[in-house]
């Protein structure tokens, strides 16, 4: 055996060993909150295709960064696959508010369930400049839960705040200066 065998076995072990205890806590988390309910499924028409209503502006193309309890950024919510960071599209609708995401099933959030909007810098995670996260405050069932979405474009913030405030009937705390354009950037 070679001089560094010894060496790259106890790497391999530990490595093997810490993937394992982070496989064993997520799929304990799991289990903590198997008691978290579904979220709403997209409502579809007869056709199957998605009733949503009028579209509220454009859709705003981002990452959708996790869903966690409200108030607590760090507690993850990974029922549901609600805990995946991904690519995400989101749009306002009359209905609600969908967060189209590649690789990971839709997540819907009907207007009536909406408790508020606000800007952050970071959860679980993902932080980024100064108010650069858009943080939806929503009801998960009983529980309330915030949802984090960075979209592509920082000056797309007050104007997706804004929509979102509109629709589930709240003010703002957004104090943002106003958008710079797409090609002011």
């Not at 967060?99 to 207007?111: C, K, N, Q, T, Y």
């Not at 703002?172 to 958008?179: E, K, R, S």
Request: with cysteine; charged share 20%; net charge negative.
């Amino acid at each position: 055996m070679g001089e560094y065998t010894s060496a790259i076995l106890i790497t391999l072990v530990v490595i093997v060993l810490l993937v394992s205890l982070i496989l064993l806590g997520w799929r304990n988390r799991l289990r903590r909150q198997s008691d978290v309910p579904a979220p709403s499924p997209v409502p579809l028409d007869d056709s199957g295709a998605p009733a949503l209503g009028a579209t509220l502006g454009e859709p705003c193309e981002g990452v959708y960064v996790c869903t966690t309890t409200a108030g607590d950024w760090l507690d993850r919510i990974a029922a549901h696959r609600l805990g995946i960071r991904t690519n995400a599209e989101l749009s306002i609708h009359a209905a609600g508010v969908l967060v189209g995401r590649h690789g990971a099933p839709d997540l819907f959030i009907p207007a009536e369930d909406l408790t508020g909007v606000s800007r952050s810098s970071g959860m679980a995670g993902k932080f980024v400049e100064k108010d650069g996260l858009l943080v939806i405050g929503w009801m998960l069932g009983d529980q309330a839960v915030d949802t984090g979405f960075r979209p592509r474009y920082h000056q797309e913030l007050p104007e997706l705040t804004a929509r979102i405030a509109a629709l589930a009937g709240t003010g703002t705390n957004d104090t943002q200066p106003p958008a710079e354009t797409k090609e002011n950037q």
